[in-house]
């Protein structure tokens, strides 16, 4: 797999916080490839040149976003998770209180929509979280879990996605422990 395979976007992130401590989120541009079709997707949530979460996707983002803002103010306002979900962790403007992020979203051709290539798709996102670990020295902030599969190519194709990501002059890893 070659970056012509994959489809790369940047999206802004706007969180408002509410008084009642839930917050609503909003997606810019409102327009582009990840948000109008439902493919298989890694995005990496970012502020500045700290990485804060890698998920994966077959929704829409935008309906990635609402959903995971939805669960955290279900969390919120009840003290319950919906369906042992509690949703995105960096909404929480205690733990995070940057308000505005960057989403870089990278969108696999049509072959990866089956659902038995999920597999392979987790493998490259836990390939990339790792990378992420390798190069900061530190795991992204708000990272709840990673899937470990030994997949041929999910290595060297999650080191594509980082690469092209680093060149895109929106995101420079720093190493922490420096």
């Known amino acids: 797999m070659r ?13 408002t916080d509410n008084d ?21 997707k890694l995005y990496i949530v970012y502020h ?7 998920g994966e996707a077959h ?6 976003f609402q959903r995971g803002c939805t669960a955290f103010n ?7 998770a919906r369906g042992g979900y509690k949703g995105y962790k960096w909404l929480n403007k205690i733990d995070n209180p940057q308000r505005n992020l960057t989403v870089s979203v990278i ?24 990378l992420i670990r390798q190069k900061s020295g530190s795991w992204p902030k708000f ?4 899937h470990f599969s030994n997949c041929d190519g999910a ?11 680093l060149s895109s002059d929106l995101i420079k890893i720093e190493n922490e422990n420096i």
């Open 3 to 15: 970056y012509n395979e994959l489809i790369f976007e940047t999206y802004q992130l706007k969180i």
């Open 20 to 40: 009642n401590l839930s917050c609503s989120i909003k997606l810019e541009p409102n327009a582009g490839f990840a948000l109008l079709k439902a493919k298989r």
């Open 48 to 54: 500045g040149k700290k990485i804060l979460y890698v």
């Open 59 to 64: 929704t829409s983002i935008k309906t990635r």
């Open 74 to 80: 279900h969390y919120t306002i009840n003290g319950q």
């Open 107 to 130: 969108t696999f051709s049509q072959e990866y929509d089956d659902k038995e290539k999920r597999t392979f798709i987790e493998a490259i996102e836990g390939e990339l979280v790792y």
């Open 143 to 146: 990272q709840n879990e990673i």
């Open 155 to 165: 290595k060297e194709i999650a080191e594509e996605i980082l690469e092209k990501v």
